[in-house]
């Protein structure tokens, strides 16, 4: 995963997922030009494969959430909390809450871990 600063705490299904599509898209990518009809299909007939007959749950406001907070900690010095809300559809407490997620997320993709474990993401 390159440059996902919500990978790090996704969900495995979505972690699963993307390994799915990115061994995919790495196969089919290499061997020639394909056809993004192709494409879609062989990702789909890889999913089934891995997950076929069960019931799954998406969630979505994981991945929402997580581009929210980039959003309002991005244009926090351009606009005001209350432009944001509305900006956003959400209500002013959930954009103090997700500039508090965007800022701890930047935080951790800029500095180093504490005991140097894990270099940051570039």
């Known amino acids: 995963m390159k440059n996902n600063a ?8 979505i972690k699963d997922w993307t390994r799915i599509i990115n061994e995919t898209m790495v196969d089919e990518c290499t061997q020639g030009s394909i056809h993004v009809d192709d494409l879609s299909a062989k990702v789909a007939a890889r999913l089934v494969d ?19 907070a980039t959003a309002i900690f991005d244009g926090w010095d351009k606009s005001s909390p209350s432009e ?7 209500n002013i407490h959930r954009v103090y809450k997700l500039y508090r997620i965007g800022r701890r997320m930047d ?16």
């Not at 076929?52 to 991945?63: D, E, L, R």
């Not at 944001?84 to 959400?90: G, I, M, R, S, T």
């Not at 935080?107 to 570039?122: C, H, V, Y």
């Open 6 to 13: 919500w990978a790090v705490k996704a969900p495995d299904l």
């Open 50 to 68: 891995e997950y076929g007959g069960q019931q799954i749950y998406i969630p979505y406001h994981f991945v929402r959430a997580s581009r929210l």
């Open 84 to 90: 944001l809300a509305k900006l956003h559809k959400v």
């Open 107 to 122: 935080s951790e993709r800029r500095q180093l871990d504490m005991f140097g474990l894990e270099a940051p993401q570039k």
